[in-house]
């Protein structure tokens, strides 16, 4: 075991944190902000719009890669304007970021749209009575309310954006030390025949994932008990 | 201080539409569910857009669809306590009620929270979650989380219905005191007659999105001027009438000529005597004296209903079924009494429509 760490490079561990955690940032706002979006929408393309923010959960994470490129390569739009004040992404660690991004994307905007359009919506008509601002409903009635749902996407969102392989690769491709991923590198390391290393990683991730998930429990179950304690028994007292 | 309504509004299987006015009496909403009570509160706050009409509060326009004007919910100062009272389930009794009052300086939130816990004699109970208190406690948070922002106008939509019966009458009484005291108009809604009549001083009658009637309540209980109001204000007895004279009319259904207090006119189509108001007589001879037979007694505590049928021409003939509602006592006596019964309809109580 120790000859096998020291030998190890750990860049692929950092950049796969990285990666995640910036992710899980762009997501948590976008997602929020596209599921509020979309639940308040009531025209007649919120099945279109509803499905293309879905799109990257379905698509092979190969295609949302191939696309990405298209929209960032040298001759896409986005890749045009990049290179125009003299940068590219493509290949570099914020391919990874964004690979992480769309991919996680979904997993947010749904988890958080299915807790707002749970939240009943007499509460908000009655906040907009009391004559205060959306701003103030959105933060002080929505978010709060939908919390439960805000808190489970944004662990499903962190853990879809660790994982992801596909669609790094395509635009991050697999530069040791730049886009080189954890999930990547267990495939490089265990298609070159080194078993042991791909173990290795491959025990690390799991570990990474189940703490997460496990933490994510205890403090949800921590939160359920807090309330429900604060809740009291709301049938054993009267009047 | 003024509110006026007149709005239509296309709902699913009827329009809304309809045109009321009320000042500071409490002016009460009675219609079945499903006629548009709770869509006419919803307009008049600005969570429901009607397709026509205006709105007026105090001289001001919520809403004009000629205009184009359509004031929002927040812009209207009008306070609605909901159904199921939508009290803000994270935070606390003194939070809901300041939800609104978030603008004014830190002592004057303060001042108003305080005055309105006491208001509705939950000193003490400040920092509890809505989930920890009773229906009735929650519906008098609801009430003053709408009467802290000062609302013009106050509108309460079915505020008993979730409560149980033990509570109720309690809690009409707290709100009609508070409503008494609330300077702006106020609309209450509900498909409960006994609450209606309990609390307002003034009625409109809903029916498919219609006004079925309108007027003081005493009034329109007393005489409704329709079926449905009839109906709904809680006349269980109603036959097909047809004129005869100027004081007099058959009751088709019961198959009895009636005499009555009103001249009436040619075009009467109804006849209707409510449940409670029938009396029982031994004189025969007497005018408006139906005779009946009992079919069926639904025994509550604290009253009867009795199903009876109307003999026809020919003694022992059933006909059709009136209703009959009396207390325990006159159960005691009516039972033994040889049937069948001889009912009497004091003219006074007829309602003709």
Partial sequence: ?239 | MELCVDIRKKLSGFELNLNFETSEDVLGLLGASGSGKSMTLRCIAGIETPDYGQIVLNGRILFDSQKGINLPCRRRRIGYVFQNYALFPHLTVEENIGFGIGELRRKDQKAIIKEMVTMIKLEGLEKRYPSQLSGGQQQRVALARALATKPEALLLDEPFSALDDYLRNHMVRQLTETLGKFPGAAVFVSHNMEEVYRVCRNLVILSRGIIEGKGGTKEVFKAPPSLAAAQLTGCKNISPAIYISPFELKALDWGITLKTNIKLSQDIKYVGIRAHLIGAVSDETKDNVLRCWLNFANEAPSRITLYLFIEKENPGQRGHQIEWEITPQMWRFMKIQPQPWKLWIDPEDLIIV
């Fill in chain 1, 1 to 239: 075991m120790n000859t096998l760490f020291r030998g190890l490079d750990f860049s692929p561990l950092l950049i796969s944190l990285r990666a995640a955690t910036l992710a899980t940032v762009v997501t948590f706002f976008s997602g929020i902000a596209a599921a509020s979006f979309v639940s308040a929408y009531r025209g007649k393309f919120k099945g279109l719009i509803d499905g293309i923010l879905t799109l990257p959960l379905i698509l092979p994470p190969t295609v949302v890669g191939f696309l990405l490129l298209l929209v960032f390569g040298k001759y896409g739009p986005l890749g045009k304007l990049l290179l125009a004040i003299g940068t590219t992404v493509i290949f570099s660690w914020p391919a990874t970021v964004i690979a992480a991004s769309v991919v996680a994307f979904p997993l947010m905007y749904r988890t958080v749209r299915s807790a707002f359009e749970q939240i009943d919506p007499s509460i908000v008509y009655a906040a907009r009575t009391l004559g205060v601002s959306e701003w103030k409903i959105f933060w002080k009635v929505t978010i709060p309310l939908a919390w439960p749902g805000v808190a489970a996407g944004t662990v499903l969102a962190f853990a879809r954006a660790l994982g992801d392989f596909g669609a790094t690769l395509m635009i991050g491709g697999n530069i040791p030390g730049e886009t080189l991923t954890i999930p990547a590198a267990i495939f490089f390391a265990a298609e070159g025949g080194d078993m042991e290393k791909a173990l290795l990683w491959v025990i690390l991730i799991f570990i990474i994932s189940l703490m997460v998930m496990t933490l994510m429990n205890y403090w949800s179950d921590y939160q359920r008990k807090t309330i429900a304690a604060s809740a009291g028994n709301s049938h054993g007292i009267m009047r």
